[in-house]
């Protein structure tokens, strides 16, 4: 998109000030877009960038004005969502994402780009999930389809009832749906030492199945500019996995190993498990052994959104290449801070 047509289109992003949202909004503004932005927290004290951010505070669970938070806007990025609450998932997963398509049908959105999740398949019966894949049991709870707990598979199948809404409201308004894997920032990398020494040793042999918050941001906005130049049908729904799956050194103890070199930090040592001590923690944990593959065993390839022509701008080592130039940075200040005490002395 030519930066004349971002200058002139107003995107309502949603989850403004979560983990992959902040990054998108700078990613925004960056790119020329005028961004109305949404949380439902008090603002942020960001300024207005020049006339192109608007912050409203806006709470899915009680708000009703959507067609005034849509007005103007001519594409949505839709991140809120609810991951902890039990209670709140419905409303906040599903019936928000369902008002919200609706009110974009309404106010002409030409775009509608929506963040769901790799946990819809839940543990599956293959190891290789393609968007074509089974997916969970949406009308009610089936524990053996998930090896995790119930809030995990509540948020799940709430993500996945949130996809299905937009294809029950979708008319004119051409809707991408991104699975992404688990995204990740600098500090959720770096924030394995602070795991258990159990944990970390549970699972240092698992497929971390990582994607970096600034190629999720950067798929997001793809896709919108994608949907917005024309590509794709209208009232259709398009749905790809995010993921790096392929990254070559992809496991927890690929990282660690790292880590304790460019640190020294013991934290970052630890005994591989074999895996089949995490298949027996969790058959004790979840009292069940159904025919399905863990989620670090499973695959999620990206391969059709490649083939809609995306390209990750990051990766997972450029992400693992600035955590490690942290740790050294904090390793070479806490030898220097000695060294400027005794010579104060």
């Known amino acids: 998109m030519n930066s004349n047509n971002a200058v002139s289109t107003l995107v309502l992003l949603t989850g403004a000030t979560g983990l992959i949202g902040r990054v998108v909004l700078a990613d925004l503004l960056e790119r020329g877009y005028r961004v109305r932005a949404t949380t439902s927290g008090t603002p942020p004290q960001t300024g207005d960038h020049g006339g192109k951010l608007e912050w409203r505070r806006f709470d899915f669970m009680t708000a009703t004005d959507y067609d005034g938070l849509l007005a103007d806007c001519g594409a949505v990025l839709h991140l809120a969502g609810e991951k902890g609450r039990m209670e709140r998932m419905q409303r906040a997963n599903v019936e928000a994402t369902r008002r919200l398509a609706d009110a974009a049908e309404q106010a002409g959105v030409k775009a509608f780009c929506y963040t769901s999740s790799v946990a819809v398949y839940g543990s599956g019966q293959k190891r290789i999930m393609t968007e074509d894949a089974p997916v969970l049991t949406v009308e009610r709870d089936v524990p053996s389809e998930y090896w995790a707990l119930e809030y995990v598979r509540t948020y799940a199948r709430t993500k996945l009832a949130g996809e299905a809404a937009l294809r029950e409201a979708a008319k004119a308004v051409r809707y991408i749906v991104l699975r992404p894997t688990f995204v990740v920032d600098i500090p959720e990398i770096v924030g394995i030492r602070d795991w258990s020494y159990f944990k970390?040793?549970?699972?240092?042999?698992?497929?971390?199945?990582?994607?970096?918050?600034?190629?999720?941001?950067?798929?997001?906005?793809?896709?919108?500019?994608?949907?917005?130049?024309?590509?794709?049908?209208?009232?259709?729904?398009?749905?790809?996995?995010?993921?790096?799956?392929?990254?070559?050194?992809?496991?927890?103890?690929?990282?660690?190993?790292?880590?304790?070199?460019?640190?020294?930090?013991?934290?970052?040592?630890?005994?591989?498990?074999?895996?089949?001590?995490?298949?027996?923690?969790?058959?004790?944990?979840?009292?069940?052994?159904?025919?399905?593959?863990?989620?670090?065993?499973?695959?999620?390839?990206?391969?059709?959104?490649?083939?809609?022509?995306?390209?990750?701008?990051?990766?997972?080592?450029?992400?693992?290449?600035?955590?490690?130039?942290q740790l050294r940075n904090e390793k070479a200040a806490k030898v220097v801070a000695p060294d400027e005490g005794r010579q104060r002395q």
């Open 200 to 325: 970390r040793t549970l699972t240092a042999h698992r497929h971390a199945h990582y994607i970096y918050v600034r190629d999720v941001s950067d798929a997001l906005v793809w896709s919108m500019e994608r949907a917005l130049s024309g590509d794709g049908r209208l009232g259709g729904v398009e749905l790809f996995n995010l993921s790096e799956d392929e990254f070559t050194e992809p496991t927890h103890a690929d990282f660690l190993r790292k880590a304790f070199a460019a640190s020294g930090d013991p934290r970052f040592r630890v005994v591989t498990m074999p895996w089949f001590g995490d298949w027996l923690h969790d058959f004790l944990r979840f009292h069940t052994l159904p025919l399905r593959h863990p989620f670090w065993r499973m695959r999620f390839p990206s391969d059709r959104l490649r083939a809609a022509g995306y390209r990750l701008r990051f990766g997972m080592a450029h992400a693992q290449a600035v955590a490690l130039d």
